[in-house]
């Protein structure tokens, strides 16, 4: 890819959070029409889409697949996958947590074809990245530390799985890609929203860098996650971080 993923991503952040800015936060939540998806679009998301759209536009050698524009071809071997504002809800409302999500890897290949990955926490300015098999947090090696054991903690969207019968306290928190990241980062031991709602949008980045950090991202059907780059593939998912749990996975799967 002759394009520096890196820079690029950092550039459509910075991007973003300088138009979001821009908006008074009581017209966030206005709604702008309908997205690809066919959920409807809030100002923010459009705000944030629009200013994405704008730095990948000057680069001009990379498709596009965001939630609310859907897939744009530019005839390229990479493809970049672009949340603009995961947990748009939680932004609207005030609550301290939603991110950028920004994948970009080849173009046909699917969650498995991804090279780099970039979340940015718009709340904090945390950022998680992986290219291949190496995790960054703001910019300085993942401290993976194993899950704790006694006190396990789980984002639960909808039902989960007894996963060997282990028990963990839930969590709900409105951000996918943040979600998993943080299991990444051990923060939580487990995201699950087997649902079938999440798209590739919502997880292709996160799923990179979980991966990175030795932890895994399965489907629904229990086996390791892997989406097309479509904007209407959905699915559900439980994120895992420590070994001994995606071993234990296996009873549920």
């Known amino acids: 890819m002759d394009v520096n993923a890196r820079r690029m991503a950092r550039d459509i952040v910075d991007a973003i959070e300088k138009d979001i800015r821009a908006v008074k936060r009581d017209r966030w939540g206005d709604v702008m029409g309908t997205g690809a998806s066919g959920d409807p679009t809030a100002r923010i998301d459009a705000v944030a889409e629009e200013a994405a759209i ?18 744009i071809s530019k005839g390229s071997d990479h493809t970049l996958i672009l949340d603009p504002i995961d947990g748009t809800e939680n ?111 919502d997880v292709a980045a996160a799923a990179l860098i979980l991966r990175a950090t030795g932890g895994e991202i399965y489907g629904g059907d229990g086996k390791a996650l892997e989406m097309s780059i479509d904007s209407n593939e959905r699915g559900g998912v439980l994120a895992l971080r420590d070994r001994k749990m995606i071993d234990q996975f296996g009873a549920w799967a």
């Open 54 to 71: 704008r730095v990948i536009d000057e680069v001009g050698e990379v498709n596009v697949l965001s939630e609310e524009c859907g897939f």
């Open 91 to 201: 932004a609207i409302r005030g609550i301290p947590f939603y991110a950028i999500s920004i994948a970009i890897g080849r173009s046909g290949g699917g969650l498995a074809g991804v090279e780099y990955a970039l979340v940015y926490n718009l709340a904090t300015h945390d950022t998680y990245e992986a290219r291949g098999q190496e995790a960054l947090f703001n910019g300085a090696p993942f401290d993976s530390k194993p899950a704790r054991r006694q006190r396990l903690a789980f984002s639960v969207q909808g039902p989960c799985p007894p996963l060997g019968g282990m028990r963990y306290k839930r969590r709900c928190l409105g951000a996918a890609s943040l979600e998993i990241v943080l299991v990444a980062q051990g923060a939580l031991d487990g995201y699950c929203n087997l649902g079938g709602k999440l798209r590739t949008t």
